[in-house]
């Protein structure tokens, strides 16, 4: 059966996958060329010119091309065209997601050729230091030098070149009142609850937490996880019920992560490694670890700060004596993939670690079912992963994203949610404590994709977390990277409860089932706060196993043309989306557009292009009918401005590689600290500017229409920094 299925796939991708003719340019660089300049100006990052500015001679970039493929046409249609016959849900989905993996490598080959043949020839010269490519999203990662970047840009096939800038964890962010109130309430509640910590014979002491060293001979052979065992956030999800009223506990689930590593073999997480063989004790790495950051072929994390550990644990830890019950789904098997090191990861690490979540080992059927992300960059529009969720999602993987810690004194700014995160095709979670209260460094919504889209959508307990590390287990730690972790366990139950369940199926259960949660702040439910609530893991997999599952049939379609209102062309690359839902379409070349799978209902379908005033309307969502939706677009005129000023310090010098983020747009200082930031949305816009060893400084600025307004930031010196491996050494008072 799964060979017949398999010779429909290139039958499939012929149907539905049409990849475009290109051409390149590598010939002749004219340096005085106005229209060469104009189009460098527009195709390439400003964070790629300030480094050849300061006098890098090669510098790292991502090199996006224009043509994509289709990700979510392809697997609705293999999907449908494979519903008629007598397949399981499994087939089925194997079969949609080596269709997506297809669709994506045929449209790299045929649009990547050109560029690899020329970045071959130009490495033989010395001019290129190194390149690579993927298929995930169509991409290249090259390092080389001005003229060899510029001549990338200018070739037909490719649409922007991006910085390979850095991709950090959401470290543990410590909010010492709140964690101090979580810690006595949860004494107060759960006594059961040892709090156990080190001395300095037994073990170490970091991150302001406590490590627990294991010793043998406190094994004991019990097989259940006793109530005393149960960690509090556990208990707050109601995840132990599910444990025990269903006997669910995500057996024969795989879950995903890209972090900092994981430390395979630990107590808590040896026997649920997919790579580990608990009948044999033989272990075969090649399916369930990959190295996206150093390369390495056994699973490790880093001593000085083990974030994934701690992050699995969460998801799944259990000691197979059922002691030390710190994971949500203890029955599920995970694989993992390093994509980040203590310093952070680039873009091209990360988009190497998605790429390799498709097919594990090189098979599809490695593919888990849901991959947990706690990890991000800035709060601005910034597509650099976005296909890498969006080839996930088609493939049947759930992608869960921390919303994002805000690690500086006060409550998180609102719109802070840190991309990827602030996708619209990422489920992104809030951190809560003991008491239901949103930890003040959880990062708000709204997204700036969508402003009427919950963000986060989910909340759980990410204040005061125990978990897994290297030498044993350690509490204290906080941040939205305990948080996810909750969702992506609460996942793996659904799934153990309902195999049949899609991506847009789980995620409505678990804003559906959760409990709404609301503040002085958000006084009503959803909020950009708190999104749907708290997760409910009890409810969530009630709903998935016990029949009330949406019914997909209950669902309609929309299909229409985006066009200019002037000249009645169809406008190419916009943005089709359904407001509070993660549906979108983006228009083809002559404009049109198909969303399906619709809830039913009033909906309201909001419609983005370049260039382009926003519109937006109410529809009628009929089951099982499909509405035409077309939309008239007109062209922004002077809606943008222009930011500038200087980043200084205390002392009115210059804080040269400033970053600058507003209103959705970024820039980097020169090394005298002067930025310049263009095309900002006109009107009140949020403003942060950021550099390494200082305070951020942040606040509204009111940009003008065609304008442009001049902005002093003045960053304060941060008391601690931290060392090549990890240690907070005090900085040195600042001279004048």
């Known amino acids: 059966m799964y060979k017949k299925i398999k010779t429909l796939i290139p039958i499939l991708l012929a149907m539905f996958l049409a990849v475009g003719s290109f051409t390149s340019y590598a010939g002749a660089f004219?340096?005085?060329?106005?229209?060469?300049?104009?189009?460098?100006?527009?195709?390439?990052?400003?964070?790629?010119?300030?480094?050849?500015?300061?006098?890098?001679?090669?510098?790292?970039?991502?090199?996006?091309?224009?043509?994509?493929?289709?990700?979510?046409?392809?697997?609705?249609?293999?999907?449908?065209?494979?519903?008629?016959?007598?397949?399981?849900?499994?087939?089925?989905?194997?079969?949609?997601?080596?269709?997506?993996?297809?669709?994506?490598?045929?449209?790299?080959?045929?649009?990547?050729?050109?560029?690899?043949?020329?970045?071959?020839?130009?490495?033989?010269?010395?001019?290129v230091e190194e390149y690579d490519t993927f298929y995930i999203v169509n991409m290249a990662y090259v390092k080389a030098t001005k003229e060899i970047i510029d001549k990338i840009a200018l070739m037909d096939e490719v649409e922007y070149v991006y910085y390979d800038e850095k991709v950090y964890l959401f470290d543990e962010s410590v909010n010492e009142e709140q964690i101090v109130e979580a810690f006595e309430e949860s004494q107060e509640i759960f006594k059961g609850i040892e709090i156990v910590g080190a001395d300095e014979n037994e073990g170490i002491q970091e991150n302001n937490g406590k490590i627990e060293v294991i010793k043998n001979d406190n094994i004991v052979n019990a097989q259940a996880a006793s109530p005393s065992d149960i960690e509090w956030n556990i208990k707050q999800i109601n995840a132990d019920d599910v444990w025990n009223t269903y006997g669910i506990d995500g057996t024969g689930v795989v879950v995903g992560m890209i972090d900092s590593g994981v430390t395979w073999d630990h107590p808590a997480l040896k026997n649920k490694y997919r790579g580990y063989n608990t009948s044999t004790g033989s272990v075969?790495?090649?399916?369930?670890?990959?190295?996206?950051?150093?390369?390495?072929?056994?699973?490790?994390?880093?001593?000085?700060?083990?974030?994934?550990?701690?992050?699995?644990?969460?998801?799944?830890?259990?000691?197979?004596?059922?002691?030390?019950?710190?994971?949500?789904?203890?029955?599920?098997?995970?694989?993992?993939?390093?994509?980040?090191?203590?310093?952070g990861g680039s873009s091209s690490n990360l988009i190497n670690a998605g790429q390799w979540m498709l097919k594990p080992g090189g098979s599809a059927a490695n593919a888990p079912d849901v991959i947990n992300n706690s990890w991000g960059g800035g709060s601005e529009v910034n597509d650099w992963f976005r296909g890498v969720v969006r080839a996930w999602r088609a493939a049947g993987i759930v992608p869960v994203f921390a919303a994002g810690n805000y690690n500086y004194p006060g409550d998180a700014p609102v719109g802070s949610i840190a991309c990827p995160a602030n996708y619209p095709e990422s489920f992104a979670v809030a951190a809560t404590d003991i008491n239901n209260i949103r930890g003040s460094f959880s990062y708000k919504g709204p997204s700036p994709y969508d402003r009427n889209l919950i963000k986060p959508e989910i909340s759980?307990?990410?204040?005061?977390?125990?978990?897994?590390?290297?030498?044993?287990?350690?509490?204290?730690?906080?941040?939205?990277?305990?948080?996810?972790?909750?969702?992506?366990?609460?996942?793996?139950?659904?799934?153990?409860?309902?195999?049949?369940?899609?991506?847009?199926?789980?995620?409505?259960?678990?804003?559906?089932?959760?409990?709404?949660?609301?503040?002085?702040?958000?006084?009503?439910s959803p909020n950009m706060g708190y999104g749907y609530g708290l997760v409910n893991a009890f409810n969530a997999v009630g709903a998935a196993g016990g029949g009330q599952v949406p019914d997909p049939n209950q669902t309609g379609s929309i299909t229409g043309r985006i066009t200019d209102y002037s000249t009645g062309n169809g406008i190419?690359?916009?943005?089709?989306?359904?407001?509070?839902?993660?549906?979108?379409?983006?228009?083809?070349?002559?404009?049109?557009?198909?969303?399906?799978?619709?809830?039913?209902?009033?909906?309201?379908?909001?419609?983005?292009?370049?260039?382009?005033?926003?519109?937006?309307?109410?529809?009628?969502?009929?089951?099982?009918?499909?509405?035409?939706?077309?939309?008239?677009?007109?062209?922004?005129?002077?809606?943008?401005?222009?930011?500038?000023?200087?980043a200084i310090n205390t002392y009115?010098?210059?804080?040269?590689?400033?970053?600058?983020?507003?209103?959705?747009?970024?820039?980097?200082?020169?090394?005298?600290?002067?930025?310049?930031?263009?095309?900002?949305?006109?009107?009140?816009?949020?403003?942060?500017v950021s550099a390494t060893g200082y305070y951020s400084a942040s606040g509204y600025v009111n940009v003008i229409a065609g304008g442009t307004i001049n902005i002093q930031a003045t960053l304060q010196r941060s008391f601690y920094y931290k060392n090549d491996t990890g240690e907070e050494i005090p900085k040195q008072p600042e001279l004048p």
Not at 510 to 520: E, G, Q, R, V
């Open 460 to 524: 759980a307990p990410g204040v005061n977390i125990r978990s897994s590390v290297p030498r044993g287990y350690e509490g204290g730690w906080s941040g939205t990277s305990m948080a996810a972790p909750h969702i992506t366990g609460v996942i793996a139950l659904m799934v153990q409860a309902n195999p049949n369940l899609t991506v847009s199926q789980i995620e409505t259960i678990i804003k559906d089932t959760a409990i709404p949660l609301t503040d002085n702040s958000y006084p009503s």
């Open 572 to 646: 190419s690359g916009a943005s089709v989306s359904v407001s509070g839902t993660s549906l979108y379409a983006t228009t083809n070349y002559s404009g049109y557009y198909t969303i399906n799978d619709i809830p039913v209902g009033s909906q309201q379908v909001v419609v983005t292009a370049n260039g382009y005033q926003t519109i937006s309307g109410n529809i009628i969502v009929e089951a099982n009918r499909t509405l035409t939706v077309n939309g008239t677009m007109v062209k922004e005129v002077a809606q943008t401005g222009t930011v500038t000023g200087r």
């Open 652 to 688: 009115g010098y210059g804080v040269g590689n400033a970053r600058v983020s507003v209103g959705g747009r970024t820039a980097y200082a020169d090394r005298n600290g002067y930025f310049t930031v263009y095309d900002v949305p006109a009107g009140q816009q949020y403003m942060v």
């Open 284 to 343: 075969n790495h090649s399916a369930s670890w990959y190295d996206a950051y150093a390369g390495r072929t056994t699973p490790y994390d880093e001593s000085s700060s083990p974030h994934g550990t701690h992050v699995m644990g969460i998801i799944l830890g259990q000691e197979s004596t059922g002691r030390n019950a710190i994971g949500v789904a203890p029955g599920a098997k995970f694989i993992a993939a390093k994509g980040l090191g203590p310093d």
């Open 30 to 127: 004219d340096n005085g060329n106005a229209i060469q300049d104009g189009i460098l100006k527009n195709k390439i990052s400003l964070q790629i010119k300030d480094k050849f500015n300061s006098g890098e001679e090669l510098v790292p970039v991502m090199v996006k091309f224009k043509e994509q493929a289709n990700v979510e046409e392809v697997s609705k249609n293999t999907i449908h065209s494979l519903s008629a016959r007598k397949l399981n849900r499994h087939e089925i989905e194997l079969a949609a997601r080596e269709a997506v993996i297809g669709a994506l490598e045929n449209t790299a080959n045929m649009t990547q050729k050109n560029l690899l043949a020329y970045l071959g020839e130009e490495k033989s010269k010395g001019t």
